[in-house]
């Protein structure tokens, strides 16, 4: 990463993992990835491609492609043939529009897409009145977070406790940081953070924003590299059954919210829900967060199943205690015929985020009901 190669030789077999972000890519060529049946993880972001070769879909065991902040025009319908294909990043290129058969490949859960013809045009004319204050209004304290575009730090802002998010890199994997703060301000729901204010640094520069600050903590770590895609979790942590269906209720009906005005988060997973004690959370970092048309509900279904994802790791992790030992073993049945249905292979029989939302709804009510 970060050299000035132009060029990719031909791939071996046995390579898993191949960064070659920052450099000066502008063509693969097609012998490439003839022979690369291993490659799990490809890194392009940020070169100067137009094109990706039909090949890769010799990459048959292909979960995570990363080539935002190119300029591709389009990608391969052959990407469609990649059966295990999770995390497709394609941020800031000059797409127009995405191959029939990618929207509906069986086992992609993370997209982002902001940046491009394709979602520009609706994301331009979205104002935001949200007021600009100085950085020397706050009093900056820990850092709470850092992800892809920056990192998030406790601050103090009129004697009050804030998060205040700064962008530190102009490009991530993700998209645009300043797509994420555009989107961020667009949103007043309770399970999504609140902008109050974006944070004009000492050069003048809108380079952040702050948010309610909210207690609470990520259910989750970041994956790992052995633990590709997937949240790392604490070791032998049990959750009540209530606070599983609260943070899942918090998180559908947010996801609903965002849905219902035609954005995708992008980036649904357990290490951006922060949870509080009862199971109330938030759903943050809108890194990956892109505008789509009404008409192309796959872009939801995406997000079902990564969701999907989420509901099966915390049925997993249920604490059946002896005191609530039916209400516990009823709601994981629940939510285990929720999690097949949102993981299903078929795109289309994935249900929507207001069903499942008054489908947890009502697991909430009976629990309430037992207690």
Request: charged fraction near 20%; charge should be negative; aromatic fraction near 2%.
């Given at each position: 990463m970060n050299n000035r190669l132009k060029e990719v030789p031909a791939?071996?077999?046995?390579?898993?993992?191949?960064?070659?972000?920052?450099?000066?890519?502008?063509?693969?060529?097609?012998?490439?990835?003839?022979?690369?049946?291993?490659?799990?993880?490809?890194?392009?972001?940020?070169?100067?491609?137009?094109?990706?070769?039909?090949?890769?879909?010799?990459?048959?065991?292909?979960?995570?492609?990363?080539?935002?902040?190119?300029?591709?025009?389009?990608?391969?319908?052959?990407?469609?043939?990649?059966?295990?294909?999770?995390?497709?990043?394609?941020?800031?290129?000059?797409?127009?529009?995405?191959?029939?058969?990618?929207?509906?490949?069986?086992?992609?859960?993370?997209?982002?897409?902001?940046?491009?013809?394709?979602?520009?045009?609706?994301?331009?004319?979205?104002?935001?009145?949200?007021?600009?204050?100085?950085?020397?209004e706050l009093t900056i304290g820990r850092v709470l977070g850092a992800g892809a575009s920056g990192e998030v730090y406790e601050a103090t802002y009129r004697r009050g406790r804030v998060a205040y998010k700064v962008f530190v890199d102009d490009k991530s994997p993700d998209g645009d940081w300043q797509d994420e703060m555009k989107l961020a301000c667009m949103f007043n729901h309770d399970g999504l953070a609140r902008v109050i204010a974006r944070v004009r640094d000492e050069h003048k520069e809108i380079r952040g924003f702050i948010m309610e600050y909210q207690d609470g903590a990520p259910l989750a770590d970041r994956p790992t590299q052995a633990q590709l895609l997937r949240c790392t979790w604490e070791q032998g942590r049990l959750f009540d059954v209530k606070f599983v269906v609260s943070s899942l209720l918090s998180v559908s009906s947010a996801l609903e919210h965002l849905h219902s005005r035609c954005v995708a988060h992008g980036d649904v997973y357990a290490h951006n829900v922060l949870a509080r004690a009862d199971g109330t959370s938030l759903l943050c970092d809108y890194g990956a967060a892109f505008v789509y048309d009404k008409k192309d509900v796959t872009y939801e279904k995406h997000e079902v199943r990564a969701f999907g994802l989420l509901v099966r790791d915390l049925i997993e992790r249920v604490d059946i205690s002896f005191a609530e030992m039916n209400a516990a073993l009823f709601c994981q049945k629940q939510l285990l015929v929720m999690a097949q249905r949102c993981l299903s292979v078929s795109v289309e029989n994935r249900p929507r985020f207001k069903e499942l939302t008054a489908s947890i709804k009502k697991l909430h009510k009976t629990l309430k009901l037992s207690s």
């Open positions: 791939l071996p077999p046995s390579l898993v993992v191949l960064g070659l972000k920052g450099n000066d890519i502008e063509t693969i060529e097609e012998h490439v990835f003839e022979r690369a049946t291993a490659l799990e993880q490809l890194y392009l972001t940020d070169n100067c491609l137009t094109a990706l070769p039909s090949s890769i879909a010799t990459c048959r065991s292909l979960r995570k492609l990363q080539a935002s902040h190119n300029r591709l025009t389009a990608v391969p319908a052959d990407l469609s043939k990649l059966p295990h294909l999770e995390l497709l990043r394609l941020a800031c290129n000059e797409l127009t529009e995405l191959p029939e058969g990618l929207l509906h490949s069986p086992a992609l859960a993370w997209l982002s897409l902001q940046g491009n013809p394709l979602t520009d045009t609706r994301l331009r004319p979205v104002k935001t009145s949200t007021r600009i204050i100085d950085e020397r």
